[in-house]
Nanobody, 123 residues
Framework: QVQLVESGGGLVQAGDSLRLSCAAS????????MAWFRRAPGKERDFVAF????????YYADSVKGRFTISRDNAKNTADLQMNSLKPEDTAVYYC????????????????WGQGTQVTVSS
């Protein structure tokens, strides 16, 4: 029903900024929560941030709060993750996810996933 494609990953140095973008397409984009997750090598996939349909309700993992900003443009069917002050521990594959309704931080709550984009932060 919904297809997601991430872009914007790359190799940066600690302290740099990077913006990830998620392009959504499919049958509908209304009333969907959009989220970003990440998976570091040897670790499980962890929640990063989510944003509700209206864009006014956001939530962040403590590890990224104050550094990352999630946003969405429903007219363009995109959801972005602006990442500032990047740290080596931010290195991971970042995934865009979507689910209908007001879901939370659990991976199991999301129905649609992108293919992931690699973010590598060197020290």
């Amino acid at each position: 029903q919904v297809q997601l494609v991430e872009s914007g990953g790359g190799l940066v140095q600690a302290g740099d900024s990077l913006r990830l973008s998620c392009a959504a397409s499919g049958r509908t984009f209304s009333s969907y929560t959009m989220a970003w997750f990440r998976r570091a090598p040897g670790k499980e996939r962890d929640f990063v941030a989510f944003i509700r349909w209206g864009g006014g309700s956001t939530y962040y993992a403590d590890s990224v709060k104050g550094r990352f900003t999630i946003s969405r443009d429903n007219a363009k069917n995109t959801a972005d993750l602006q990442m500032n002050s990047l740290k080596p521990e931010d290195t991971a594959v970042y995934y865009c996810a979507a689910a209908r309704g007001s879901v939370g931080i659990s991976t199991g709550s999301y129905d649609y996933w992108g293919q992931g984009t690699q973010v590598t932060v060197s020290s």
